[in-house]
Each structure stands twice: as structure tokens, then as C-alpha cells.
């Protein structure tokens, strides 16, 4: 089976987007508003597969406008934040995804992350074990934070984490 072109499947991700029923253009129809939506998203993991996280963010943030409650697309647009070094906003998008669902454990084990990239070990500690609270059986959120205690020399605590 070949590799997967992301190139050809964003051209023709733009070429659907640029659909014209009646004259107008899709965005302008409320009944293809989610087409566009899943469009935007779909051209959005594209654009950061090819590295070009500049439009990727940008369709993120056109689609947050039509769709402001959509939790992945915060994680998405923070993870390539996150990437291009732009902490900052990377946990504001985080926070986000927190204030639409505070019981999701991903986005706080995310958060925890870039607070050890930050040097934050305290916030990393606590955004892993707030992971864990809300699923004790997030192994990555044991091991990140088994990580985090080898790096701080706390060599049992790192063997805890890594035994649970």
C-alpha cells in the first residue's frame, strides 16, 4: 500500500470547499455548515501533516468561529502551538478544552507537558495527577509523570509511577 498524499488529499479538501450550489459559496449555506466545518478540520490536520502550521492554525481558528465548543479542534491547534514553541498559546487553547469538558483527562495530561518543557514541575505534577483522577488507568499520564520524578532524581517515585 503507498504513503498517504497529504498535498493531493488538501487539494482536493480546498476544491470541495470552493463548491458553489446556487451561486453561492458553501460557507454561505446554513445546511452545508457542517460539511464546512468538517472541511475545515479535515484541511487543518492536513496543513500541520505537510508542515504548514501557519494555515493550519488558521483554519483551526476559522472553524472555532463557526463551531466555539469543539474540543478537539483546541487540542489540535494547541498541539501545533505547542510544536512551533508558542507555550503561551498552547495552554490557553488547553484551558479552553478544559472549560468545555473539565472531566477530560487529555487536555490536562497535555497541559502537564509543556509545563515540564517549561521547567513548571510543580503545574506538571499537578496537571498528571489531575489526569489521573479523572482516570486512574491513564498509563500515559503515570509515565510522563514517572519521567518527571527520574529527571528529578526521585528514582522510587519514578519506580511507583512506572509499576502502577
Known amino acids: 500500500m503507498g504513503r498517504f498524499n497529504y498535498q493531493r488529499s488538501l487539494t482536493l479538501v480546498v476544491q470541495v470547499m470552493k463548491f458553489k450550489r446556487n451561486g453561492q459559496q458553501m460557507g454561505d449555506i446554513t445546511m452545508f455548515r457542517r460539511m464546512r466545518i468538517r472541511f475545515l478540520f479535515l484541511r487543518g490536520i492536513f496543513h500541520a501533516a505537510i508542515d504548514s502550521r501557519p ?21 489540535h491547534r494547541a498541539s501545533i502551538h505547542q ?71 526521585e528514582y522510587d517515585k519514578a519506580i511507583t509511577e512506572f509499576t502502577k
Open 83 to 153: 510544536r512551533n514553541g508558542d507555550y503561551g498559546n498552547a495552554l490557553a487553547d488547553f484551558a479552553a478544552a478544559i472549560a468545555i469538558d473539565p472531566k477530560n483527562p487529555i487536555p490536562y495530561h497535555e497541559r502537564g507537558i509543556i509545563y515540564g518543557f517549561k521547567n513548571e514541575h510543580d503545574k506538571a505534577f499537578r496537571e498528571f495527577s489531575k489526569a489521573i483522577e479523572l482516570n486512574p488507568l491513564f498509563f500515559e499520564a503515570y509515565f510522563i509523570r514517572g519521567m518527571a520524578y527520574g529527571k528529578l532524581k
Open 55 to 75: 494555515k493550519s492554525i488558521a483554519d483551526f481558528s476559522e472553524l472555532l468561529k463557526l463551531d466555539p465548543n469543539n474540543l478537539d479542534v483546541y487540542r
